[in-house]
């Protein structure tokens, strides 16, 4: 019942920035939990970025300072702001929206590459 889209991934050089957009169909986004995430090699994921329904927010290590996440609860839409991305960025990013039980989108491939 719950969808969830993301885009906004494409190749990018090295110190270039990209920015994700994530659009759940819910009716009132801020009771959900939102967050991307990245595989590893062994397809696991970890979270990058979170934000909870009332806009706090996280970061995993190697993106702060460079990563932004936020929300537009009204348009029902997350976003992560990329900027100074690495090669080690590269991965597909996941979009997730959390009230109980995850949802998932299909993944946005960003590839880091000069």
């Known amino acids: 019942q719950v969808q969830v889209v993301e885009s906004g991934g494409g190749l990018v050089q090295p110190g270039g920035s990209l920015n994700l957009s994530c659009t759940a169909s819910v009716s009132i986004l801020s009771m959900y939990s939102m967050g991307w995430f990245r595989e590893n090699a062994e397809k696991q994921r970890f979270v990058v970025a979170g934000i909870t329904g009332d806009g706090k927010t996280n970061y995993e290590d190697s993106v702060k300072g460079r990563f932004t996440i936020s929300r537009d609860n009204t348009k029902n839409t997350v976003f992560l702001q990329m900027n100074s991305l690495k090669p080690e960025d590269t991965a597909v990013y996941y979009c997730?929206?959390?009230?109980?039980?995850?949802?998932w989108g299909q993944g946005t491939q960003v590839t880091v590459s000069s």
């Open positions: 997730s929206a959390f009230a109980g039980k995850f949802y």
